[in-house]
């Protein structure tokens, strides 16, 4: 489903550090509203449904935000 290609799409060079934007990017990847924390209530909204579809459907949903995070890695 996924393909992992580690090469970056856009050169990067760093000449400083930079507070701000690595508050910003910690905040993207925990933060709450972050991938992670989307697919944490994701996953664990999945133990609460009833029905076998919507399990599913939230298990995938949850999955997809995992990827999401490695994809920003």
Same mark, same amino acid.
């Given at each position: 489903?996924? =393909?992992?290609? #580690? *090469?970056? *799409?856009?050169?990067?060079? =760093? %000449? #400083?550090?930079?507070? &701000?934007?690595? &508050?910003?990017?910690?905040?993207?990847?925990?933060?709450? !509203?972050?991938?992670?924390?989307?697919?944490?209530?994701?996953? %664990?909204?999945?133990?609460?449904?009833? $029905?076998?579809?919507?399990?599913? %459907?939230? /298990?995938?949903?949850? %999955? *997809? *935000?995992?990827?999401? =995070? $490695? !994809? /920003? =890695?």
């Amino acid at each position: 489903m996924w =393909i992992y290609q #580690k *090469e970056l *799409e856009f050169p990067v060079c =760093i %000449t #400083k550090p930079d507070a &701000k934007m690595a &508050k910003l990017l910690l905040a993207q990847y925990g933060g709450p !509203d972050s991938e992670l924390g989307a697919a944490v209530r994701y996953l %664990t909204q999945r133990f609460s449904m009833p $029905d076998a579809r919507v399990r599913a %459907t939230l /298990n995938d949903i949850g %999955t *997809e *935000e995992l990827a999401h =995070i $490695d !994809d /920003n =890695i």
